[in-house]
């Protein structure tokens, strides 16, 4: 059974920093990219930064290239998503979700929700002004 289940969220100042966690298992790490979305109030779900299980090429939404970083530790099977200088525009449930990518490290990362197949139970994160 493939779960991801993510965890970090909180309540957070303008300018502060948090790390999330997703934590996969049920199918081949290597062979997926793992991604982290999110949805604010009223919005449609984003994109905001995925990685390659394989190989660790990254994708950054353009609002959070440069204030966030994705990483994987794969003898974990865990991804995390270090945001800093956090905005209240960043406010959102956080989504992480898995897309198998059969491992191609010549494929463009997927960005859209709709190539994803797993997805975990969201973490809310606010930031405060």
């Known amino acids: 059974e493939v779960q991801l289940v993510e965890s970090g969220g909180g309540l957070v100042q303008a300018g502060g920093s948090l790390r999330l966690s997703c934590a996969a298992s049920?199918?081949?790490?290597?062979?997926?990219?793992i991604g982290w979305f999110r949805q604010a109030p009223g919005k449609e779900r984003e994109g905001v930064s995925v990685i390659g299980g394989a190989d660790g090429r990254t994708y950054y939404h353009d609002s959070v290239k440069g204030r966030f970083t994705i990483t994987s530790d794969n003898a974990k099977n865990t991804v995390y998503l270090q945001m800093n200088s956090l905005k209240p525009e960043d406010t959102a449930v956080y989504y992480c979700?898995?897309?198998?990518?059969?491992?191609?490290?010549?494929?463009?990362?997927?960005?859209?929700?709709?190539?994803?197949?797993?997805w975990g139970q969201g973490t809310q994160v606010t930031v405060s002004s």
């Open positions: 979700a898995a897309s198998d990518i059969l491992g191609a490290t010549w494929r463009k990362l997927p960005s859209l929700q709709y190539e994803y197949e797993y």
């Open positions: 049920g199918f081949t790490f290597d062979d997926y990219a």
